[in-house]
């Protein structure tokens, strides 16, 4: 029955829409704007077989749409279903018999099934791929061939650039039932011709809303074998714990370790993390961390063996727009003082691509090159060199930049531009016949119209009230960097003045398409509705989205344009 209705199936025909209602509208206000259109299509008052046999069928759509909407158990599936949930058989027997409110809970209780039923199907994959470059020979080249020519002698080969590390990490989750999860990873790392690898098997359960367990079993040629088991628990509802212990077998035997983590939310935006390590590498820290939508900021004090430091790090988001962000950061400790700045953005629906300049003392100076796709990342550190040379800073900071300025503008941007025009010409194909019945039908509204729109312009004339002069639907080209590309609109002038009622036009917050006398001219665009128009003998213009609502008079009319 309901079960058979999947997501991708809802039809999204809105009656709402088609009698101009709120989707929260009254049975009052259904009825008012039902009486209204009724007059407008009834097939009595059309002599005209044709015009009389278009205002049937649209008199009968009107119709339709009362009868759902009016009953409120219809209307809760429709909301919820779409039309296509209405001709679902089994409805009248069960469902008459439940409020709309059970309808829902039966509907989110699908919902979940259907959510389990995926659950159990998706491995969700992670993978990432850190591919660490030395570069530092390049600008230790120039700088002793410098050295050279400016001593009288000459400069050596080319400057040496190698590969020399390399880590690749895998893995991926099996749902075994809707509390218990396998999750199979595996690594290889390599660094300066030695490497290595590791694979290994975890079970997690969980045990209840507050918390969980994991058994872990693990091997390489490392370490060796592996036995660990984790348990994450809520203590209240801003504090939480983990636990990890593990046995590590090797020739030297047996080495257990244990890490520990408390946890305590300070403020909305500021956690407090207490950890103790015992083990190989035993060591305390103690960490503040402040994340905002605008910056960063950690404060860690660690003593241990065999590291023992202080480290501050700031760093504040620059966000330019959806699309871009930019970020700085200063971390200080007794390892030394860097400062990190870069930039990240988005070149597709699912990939970021980011780049970080890092300067520091000890460390020198690093390039690194991050791209997130889909559930992959992609790494490539690269390190320029050793010494707080202006030239590496130079070149790490503006190659990057123009490197994907030119990339952006001769591969990425035609390729996203060639598939939106490829999704919306598939789009609008396969939606031709659709278009063409809809566009058939707000023709012949707009010659029922004609009549009833001819009786409210003498009544607004006469009292110098609310005459819609023109009025297109559709998308408008107002970039003058697009001006190749072709306005489609339609002239909707007909089926606005016919919505005009005491001097007032008001347009609920849905589409206009679903309008009577409108339809879609541009199927899977942004679309605008732009009406010039006369009130008190004085004009005005108004342009709003495809989904605002719309007031017209609006409360005050001293000046020539409305925004």
């Keep these: 029955m309901a079960a058979a209705l999947e997501e991708d199936e809802i039809d999204n025909d809105d009656y709402y829409s088609l009698l101009n209602v709120r989707r929260e509208a009254t049975q009052e206000e259904l009825k008012a704007s039902y009486r209204r259109l009724c007059m407008l299509y009834h097939p009595d008052k059309h002599r005209d077989p044709e015009l009389k046999k278009q205002a049937e069928q649209l008199f009968n759509l009107v119709h339709q749409a009362y009868e759902v909407l009016s009953d409120p158990q219809a209307r809760a599936i429709y909301d919820i279903y779409g039309k296509k949930g209405l001709d679902v058989e089994g409805w009248e027997v069960v469902e008459r018999k439940r409020t709309p409110a059970e309808i829902r809970e039966e509907y989110e209780r699908l919902q979940r099934e259907r959510e389990e039923r995926r659950l159990q199907q998706r491995t969700n994959p992670k993978g990432t791929i850190s591919v660490g470059i030395d570069a530092t020979d390049l600008f230790d080249y120039y700088e002793e061939d410098y050295d050279e020519i400016s001593g009288g002698g000459g400069g050596g080969g ?335 002038t007909v089926p606005l003045q016919c919505l005009v009622k005491d001097s007032k036009l008001m347009l609920t917050e849905a589409s206009k398409a679903g309008l009577p006398g409108f339809y879609d001219p541009c199927v899977g665009e942004e679309k605008s509705l732009k009406v010039l128009y006369q009130f008190r003998g004085v004009m005005h213009q108004v342009l709003c989205g495809d989904t605002e609502a719309l007031r017209i008079p609006k409360q005050s009319h001293r000046i020539d344009n409305d925004t």
């Excluded at 984790?230 to 504090?239: D, Q, V």
């Excluded at 023709?443 to 009833?452: D, H, Y």
Aim: include cysteine.
């Design 158 to 492: 080319l400057p040496h650039i190698e590969i020399n590390k390399m880590h690749i990490s895998q893995s991926i989750e099996a749902p075994l039932t809707t509390s218990d999860t396998a999750v199979l990873s595996g690594s290889l790392s390599t660094h300066n011709g030695n490497g290595g690898g590791n694979i290994s098997l975890a079970l997690r359960r969980v045990t209840s809303a507050k918390g969980w367990g994991e058994v872990e079993f693990g091997a390489g040629d490392t370490h060796g074998p592996l036995f660990g088991l984790k348990i994450f628990r809520n203590l209240t509802s801003r504090c939480f714990t983990t636990a990890h212990c593990g046995l590590q077998f090797s020739s030297r035997g047996i080495r257990p370790g244990l890490t520990t983590m408390l946890a305590r939310h300070l403020d909305k935006n500021t956690m407090g993390y207490l950890q103790w390590r015992w083990g190989t590498q035993s060591s305390m820290n103690t960490s503040i961390v402040r994340d905002t939508k605008s910056s960063h900021f950690t404060f860690a004090v660690q003593l241990g063996i065999p590291h023992t430091f202080i480290m501050m790090s700031y760093q504040y988001k620059f966000q330019d727009d959806d699309q871009t962000k930019i970020k700085g950061s200063v971390k200080s400790g007794f390892f030394g003082t860097v400062v990190e700045y870069g930039a990240e953005t988005k070149i597709s629906r699912h990939s970021v691509l980011g780049a970080t300049v890092s300067v520091g003392v000890p460390q020198g100076v690093s390039l690194k090159i991050k791209l997130n796709r889909a559930s992959q990342t992609y790494f490539f550190p690269t390190h320029l060199t050793e010494q707080l040379l202006p030239s590496a800073v130079f070149y790490a900071t503006v190659g990057p930049l123009v490197f994907y300025l030119a990339i952006q503008r001769l591969v990425i941007k035609p390729y996203v531009r060639a598939q939106q025009e490829q999704e919306l010409e598939k789009q609008r194909e396969s939606s031709a016949s659709d278009v063409a019945k809809k566009k058939q039908e707000a023709e012949a509204a707009v010659l029922l119209m004609q009549e009833s729109v001819r009786r409210i312009i003498e009544a607004e004339e006469s009292k110098m009230g609310l005459i819609i002069l023109n009025a297109w639907y559709g998308k408008f080209v107002t970039d003058n960097s697009r001006k190749h590309e072709r306005a489609r609109v339609i002239d909707v």
